[in-house]
């Protein structure tokens, strides 16, 4: 069985500030990782995603997340916090079990 | 290329009545999902076609069904309407069926049931 567990259903930041926004997993096999984006009354939009290989992964609109096997996290991150990263984020193992969802304030 | 097509994108229904929303792919992609997103169950998968055949079904009762046809577009219909099932309906398709294909998601159908 796999879960997913974003810590905080709401993050507040200020513009330029780093956003950090968490998860963490459960997967009885080798994990497909995904963090997506959500604006209002829109469907999902990847940001990136892990895979195999390189831990961390670059995705777009500056976000990168690290994927750590013996934390069992793959936290997302960006040095900088803008207007427009305003949304709700989700984070998934493959396609089947998503995250609760974060939203993400960023105040000016 | 154009996106994930979803229609209707808003609808209200009645209870008992039955409704059918439809998904169509991204050009190419053969594998559909649908998932159901509300305030307090989140996001959560409904099912996933490949090739016409079900290929993964979530935990939902025997009134969500669903089907894909020959040129990978897909309805699903619900039966039976009850209030709890006014939510947002995503649609996702992917190249390839697989848990580690991207999936690039529709607008969604808003069903409000009174």
């Keep these: 069985a796999q879960s997913v567990t974003q810590l905080g259903s709401h993050v507040s930041v200020s513009e330029g500030a780093l956003v950090l926004l968490r998860c963490n997993y459960s997967s009885s096999v080798p994990p497909y990782l995904f963090w997506y984006v959500q604006y209002p009354n829109q469907g999902l939009q990847l940001l990136l995603k892990y895979t195999t290989g390189a831990t ?4 777009i609109n500056g976000f990168e997340a690290e994927f750590k096997k013996s934390e069992t996290s793959f936290h997302l991150t960006k040095p900088s916090a803008h207007m427009s990263d305003a949304a709700e984020y989700f984070c998934a193992v493959t396609m089947l079990t998503f995250g609760g969802g974060t ?5 000016p | 290329k154009a996106g994930v097509t979803q229609t209707p994108r808003y609808l209200i ?19 559909v999902s649908w998932y159901q997103q509300t305030p307090g169950q989140g996001l959560q998968f409904l099912f996933e076609y490949f ?4 290929r993964n079904k979530g935990n939902f009762p025997g009134r969500f069904s669903g089907r894909q046809f020959s040129n990978s577009r897909s309805e699903m219909n619900v039966s039976t309407l009850e209030l709890g099932d006014s939510a947002l309906y ?16 529709g607008p969604g159908t808003r069903l409000l049931v009174l």
Excluded: D
Excluded at chain 1, 103 to 107: A, D, E, F, G, Y
Excluded at chain 2, 14 to 23: A, D, K, P
Excluded at chain 2, 51 to 54: A, D, K, V
């Design chain 1, 56 to 59: 961390l992964v670059k995705g």
């Design chain 1, 103 to 107: 939203r993400l304030m960023v105040k």
């Design chain 2, 13 to 31: 229904k009645t209870r008992g009545q039955q409704v059918t929303l439809s998904c169509s792919p991204i050009s190419g992609h053969r594998s």
């Design chain 2, 51 to 54: 090739s016409e055949t079900q």
């Design chain 2, 90 to 105: 995503l649609c996702a398709s992917s190249l390839a069926e697989g848990g580690e294909e991207t999936q690039y998601f």
